[in-house]
């Protein structure tokens, strides 16, 4: 597979970084140095959870190959579906039913309940220095599972970089980027299912972790709240929210696709970019006598788009930068 990748290095015209693409061959380029050659075998899984993670991610493992031994859950129905699906050889509401073949246990719930899960694991008397818990957090690191570490469980952190909305049955790993951290001993085998999953991953220092989730945050999170506020201002103007999203939408998805393509600096339009400082001062006074709970919002993010994104500053760039200090 060929494949483009941006790097950096020394431009020796101009004596300053630039950047330029190389083609490379392969994927490994992309791929931590701790890229493993894990072995082939699939060791068994138990899934603890039945949400879209769990669902998503147990049917991936399965589809390559993974033994579901167990699915564990809190409602029964669910439980015997999920189980049903993955042909798991034992489901449950405890974690006392786990199968005593499972090596791998998945903690496929919120955040919340990590530390709560992983401490009633320690009860199972099968544990030992072959078995690995994996939790699917995004902030915490794997030392939240801390409590395994008596039994000589490798701990590890696999984090798909994908949203899972509730309504979905399950997602496609294809991809997708999964974020490592934990046990230097376990890190081989998240690679190896991120890539049998057929995932891309790699690795986050533990120290990281948080910083790492919140760029997630600010690239998902915060994008919906940011076309909810696009959306009640479209809805002044006397279209109804469907409406309103679909006029916005090809917007969306124009600019999505324009950072896919020129980069963050290259995908910036309109009076930001161009230092348009009598269109940014009548959005002031619009949002000051009209929607005056956006006016610290529009002030934040203009002058993040200008310190960040605007690639050469002009006169009007830093007029704006101090009108919006003084308003």
């Known amino acids: 597979m060929i494949i483009v990748v941006t790097r950096w290095k020394k431009c020796l015209a101009f004596g300053q970084v630039c950047v330029y693409l190389e083609m490379i061959e392969t994927e490994k380029n992309l791929m931590s140095p701790r890229r493993p050659q894990f072995q082939t075998h699939r060791l068994p899984v138990a899934i603890i959870g039945t949400g879209p993670v769990a669902r998503s991610l147990g049917w991936a493992l399965f589809q390559a190959g993974y033994p579901i031994s167990s699915v564990i859950g809190q409602y029964q129905t669910q439980v015997r579906n999920l189980g049903k699906t993955l042909h798991a050889q034992t489901s449950g509401l ?51 599972m801390a409590p395994l570490r008596a039994r000589k469980v490798k701990l590890m952190s696999f984090h798909p970089m994908i949203t899972f909305a509730r309504n979905f049955r399950r997602r496609s790993f294809r991809g997708v980027y999964v974020g490592i951290e934990g046990d230097t001993e376990a890190i081989p085998l998240g690679f190896q299912m991120a890539q049998d999953i057929g995932a891309i991953p790699i690795e986050i220092p533990t120290e990281w972790k948080t910083t790492y989730h919140l760029s997630a945050v600010w690239a998902s999170n915060f994008l919906v709240g940011l076309m909810s506020q696009a959306i009640s201002l479209l809805e002044k103007t006397g279209y109804d929210r469907a409406t309103s999203w679909k006029i916005l939408e090809p917007l969306v998805k124009g ?71 003084d308003n």
Not at 103 to 130: G, N, P, W
Not at 272 to 294: A, M, V, Y
Request: glycine share 4%; net charge negative; proline share 3%.
């Open 94 to 144: 405890s974690v006392h039913e786990i199968s005593k073949d499972s090596k791998i246990f998945i903690l496929a719930v919120s955040d919340d309940q990590i530390a709560s899960v992983s401490q009633e694991l320690t009860k199972l008397d099968f544990l030992d220095s072959t078995c690995i818990a994996i939790h699917c957090s995004g902030a915490l690191p794997a030392d939240i």
């Open 255 to 325: 600019t999505l696709d324009n950072i896919h393509r020129l980069g963050i600096e290259g995908a910036l339009t309109g009076p930001t970019q161009r230092g348009d400082i009598n269109t940014i001062q009548r959005h002031l006074k619009q949002l000051e006598s009209k929607h005056p709970e956006l006016l610290e919002t529009y002030r934040l993010w203009t002058e993040t788009l200008i310190n960040h994104c605007v690639t050469s500053l002009g006169p009007n760039h830093h007029n704006i930068l101090k009108m919006l200090k």
